[in-house]
Nanobody
């Protein structure tokens, strides 16, 4: 089994910063693309930032230049540094990863989510 566990969420004032982490554990052969998604109440889940195994990144326009995604492959950890936070960034943030459980089999996994609340 594979697990993704996020941490680092909480309450912050507008303009503040917060760093999320996501640790992968279990029967992992390799981790391919990883990403952060978020979902606000009543909204669809949306991709926030994505990073490939070699470090190439892609960001949603709404958070570009404010958020930075990174990963530590040795520690099987994904990060999201969030700066200049706005109330509209309030959402549950989810970690997502394409994980190879063997040389020939890969599956997509989700974490349980961590709440980020930005007060005005």
């Amino acid at each position: 089994q594979v697990h993704l566990v996020e941490s680092g969420g909480g309450l912050v004032r507008a303009g503040g910063s917060m760093k999320l982490s996501c640790v992968a554990s279990g029967d992992i052969f390799a981790i391919n693309d990883m990403a952060w998604y978020r979902q606000a109440p009543g909204d669809r889940r949306e991709m926030v930032a994505q990073i490939t195994r070699d470090g190439s990144t892609h960001y949603a326009d709404s958070i570009k230049d404010r958020f930075t995604v990174s990963r530590d492959n040795a520690q099987k950890t994904l990060f999201l540094q969030m700066n200049s936070l706005k109330p509209e960034d309030t959402a549950v943030y989810y970690c997502n990863a394409d994980i190879q459980v063997s040389k020939n089999y890969a599956y997509n996994y989700w974490g349980q989510g961590t709440q980020v609340t930005v007060s005005p």
